[in-house]
C-alpha cells in the first residue's frame, strides 16, 4: 500500500507530521527547509519480521550474568515489528519537502532487511551481545506463555 494523495497545504503537512507516529526535525537552509522524519508506524514505514525473544522470569535473577536469566526464541514464534523510516529531504516548502517523504515511503509492507538471518544465526548473535538467547525446545503454546520482558531491565 502506497501512501496516497500528495499533500497540498502547509497545514496538511503539519497535520501528516504529527500523526505519523514517529518524530521530525525541520531545519532551515540556503536550498529551503530540510526535513528529517523517523516514522515508527505500519502505515508509513512497513514492517519487518523477527524471532520474538521472551524472558524466563521462573529463574531468579542472576547478577553475576550478562543476561539476568535466560531469554529464549522458538523456531515457530515470528512476529511482526514496525519497520522505522528515517530519512532527509529538503524542499522549498514544507508541502514539497513532505511530499517528496511520502513518495518514499513503502506504505504497509513487508521490507525484508538485508541482513535477515536464519535461526541459528539469530541465537549466535543474541548471544555475541550478552542477551544468552537458546532456543525454547517446547510448544509454541508454551512459548507463548513467557515473559515479554525481564523485570530487572
Known amino acids: 500500500m502506497k501512501l496516497d494523495k500528495p499533500i ?16 521530525f526535525r525541520i531545519h532551515t537552509n540556503k536550498d529551503g527547509l530540510r526535513v528529517y522524519i523517523s516514522a515508527l508506524n505500519k502505515k508509513c ?3 519487518y519480521k523477527h524471532y520474538e525473544k521472551r524472558w524466563d522470569l521462573s529463574k531468579p535473577f542472576d547478577e553475576n550474568t550478562c543476561a539476568g536469566r ?3 526464541i522458538h523456531r515457530e514464534g515470528i512476529c ?9 529531504e529538503t524542499g522549498k516548502t514544507l508541502v ?4 517528496k517523504h511520502i513518495e518514499l515511503m513503502p ?7 538485508p541482513h535477515e538471518e536464519d535461526f541459528e544465526e539469530q541465537i549466535n ?3 555475541d ?3 544468552w538467547t537458546l532456543e525454547f525446545k517446547g510448544s509454541l503454546e508454551e512459548f507463548k506463555e513467557l515473559a515479554t520482558k525481564n523485570k530487572n531491565e
Open 107 to 113: 506504505g504497509y509492507v513487508y521490507i525484508p532487511w
Open 125 to 127: 548473535e543474541d548471544s
Open 96 to 99: 514539497e519537502a513532505v511530499n
Open 45 to 47: 514505514a512497513g514492517f
Open 129 to 131: 551481545l550478552c542477551h
Open 8 to 23: 497540498k497545504t502547509d497545514c496538511d503537512a503539519w497535520k501528516f507530521l504529527v500523526k505519523m507516529g514517529g518524530e
Open 70 to 72: 535466560p531469554a529464549y
Open 80 to 88: 511482526e515489528t514496525d519497520s522505522i523510516y528515517s530519512g532527509s
